[in-house]
């Protein structure tokens, strides 16, 4: 069975403090790891997806990297906007649909 | 342009009764996807399609009932065997296995 463990559950930080958010997975086989952000109240918006070991996407102030068992999410500098919930899923092979973890809720102080 | 139209926006449900979420996309995806989402929670799933006329269960799909006879349109029914139904559905839709989902905006059910 598919797993997907993000943490931490929630992240303070200062603007202009950078920091990371894990995701850790379990699946057979990768098809794709996803990100997604998540306002209160709204559906999730997609960032990014990363398919194999090493590769690396960047947007913005956000940079997302991929291992073969855990993801992280790199802030840079951030800024209040930048305050949500990000989403991580994992797509496996053999499956027609993504598993979600629990999402870290970040915020950003001014 | 094209997205995921999820409606109403709040939805209020007596008990007993049964209550549809409508989700209709423009995208021409074929995979369409429903989950639920708690507070402070993930997303569980309950049910996908990948093509028309063909659903799959998820993990929770107790409780719930999908159609897909078009494309564009992938219902979601909430039906009084449905014993905690108070939570935030939403609704996706993806091109392919490999690519991230397009989700819509959202429908708050809570039951009165």
């Known amino acids: 069975e598919d797993q997907v463990t993000q943490s931490p559950e929630a992240l303070r930080l200062q603007e202009g403090e950078s920091s990371s958010l894990n995701c850790s997975y379990t699946?057979?086989?990768?098809?794709?790891l996803f990100w997604y952000r998540q306002d209160p109240g709204k559906g999730p918006e997609f960032l990014f997806t990363?398919?194999?070991a090493g590769e690396e996407k960047e947007k913005e102030r956000l940079k997302a990297t991929l291992t073969k068992k855990e993801s992280f999410l790199h802030i840079t500098a951030p800024k209040p906007e930048d305050s949500a919930t990000y989403l991580c899923?994992?797509?496996?092979?053999?499956?027609?649909?993504?598993?979600f973890g629990d999402g870290t809720t970040l915020t950003v102080k001014p | 342009d094209g997205g995921i139209t999820q409606s109403p926006k709040y939805l209020f449900r007596k008990e007993g009764q049964n209550v549809t979420l409508s989700c209709e996309q423009n995208?021409?995806?074929?995979?369409m996807y429903w989950y639920r989402q708690d507070p402070g929670q993930g997303l569980r799933l309950i049910y996908y399609?990948?093509?028309?006329?063909?659903?799959q269960k998820g993990d929770i799909a107790e409780g719930y009932s999908v159609s897909r006879e078009k494309k564009e349109s992938f219902p979601l029914t909430v039906t009084s065997a449905q014993k905690n139904p108070t939570a935030f559905y939403l609704c996706?839709?993806?091109?392919?296995?490999?690519?991230?989902?397009?989700f819509g905006s959202g429908t708050r059910l809570t039951v009165v």
């Open positions: 995208l021409n995806h074929d995979a």
């Open positions: 699946v057979s086989g990768l098809r794709g």
């Open positions: 996706a839709s993806s091109i392919s296995a490999a690519y991230g989902y397009t």
């Open positions: 899923a994992v797509r496996d092979t053999n499956a027609g649909k993504s598993t």
């Open positions: 990363l398919y194999s």
């Open positions: 399609s990948q093509i028309v006329n063909d659903f």
